[in-house]
């Protein structure tokens, strides 16, 4: 599979349309692109349009999103909002218990990629993206390559938001 061209004309909505429509015709043979049904396709459409229009701080780009799709066998997405004392643990919780699942979800994790923002009012501490990326990586399987984004969004306050895609392939090398 290749890696897609640059697309420096597009962005947002049409972006990550473009990204799914690419996946979906090159990695049509692969479970996790024949699991998708309107609606997980819908929401991982929100994701990939969450991620590509945030205008913000986050270094996240349709160039990682691509890496970590191509050659998925399964696929498994999520995001969570969470505030508080524990709010990177309860996010992160969160994100595992309400995730979507395309193939199968035992497979061990290939690569793994975290959007992580938090409000102005009680930005992330270190010890909270620690805490995330450690406890994700751990639920995910340690071999997982990850790739994580962070950045501050003024409208969330106190809470922080973390999204969640994590590939999981049956033994590929990719």
């Known amino acids: 599979m290749q890696t897609p061209a640059i697309l420096p004309q597009i ?14 015709l090159e990695c049509q ?3 996790a692109v024949q699991a998708l049904t ?6 991982l459409m929100a994701l990939f349009t969450y991620i590509l229009s945030d205008k913000g701080d986050v270094n996240v780009d349709h160039q990682d999103l691509w890496e970590v799709l191509v050659g998925a ?6 995001s969570a909002t969470s505030q508080g004392s524990n709010r990177a643990e309860v996010a992160g919780q969160q994100l595992w218990a309400t995730s979507a699942v395309l193939g199968d979800a035992t497979l061990p994790a290939h690569r793994l990629l975290l959007v992580i923002q938090s409000g102005t009012n009680a930005e992330l501490e270190m010890d909270e993206l620690t805490q995330l990326v450690e406890g994700m990586v ?9 790739v994580f984004g962070h950045g501050l969004n003024p409208a969330l306050g106190e809470r922080i938001q973390v999204l969640m895609l994590v590939s999981r392939n049956e033994g590929r090398i990719v």
Not at 11 to 24: F, H, Q
Not at 38 to 43: H, V
Not at 73 to 78: D, E, K, M, N
Request: net charge negative; aromatic share 8%.
């Open 11 to 24: 962005t947002g909505p049409v972006e990550a349309e473009w990204l799914l429509s690419t996946w979906r």
């Open 29 to 31: 043979s692969l479970p």
């Open 38 to 43: 309107p609606s997980t396709e819908n929401e």
């Open 73 to 78: 066998t399964a696929l498994q997405f999520s």
């Open 138 to 146: 751990h639920q995910a399987g340690d071999q997982a390559e990850v």
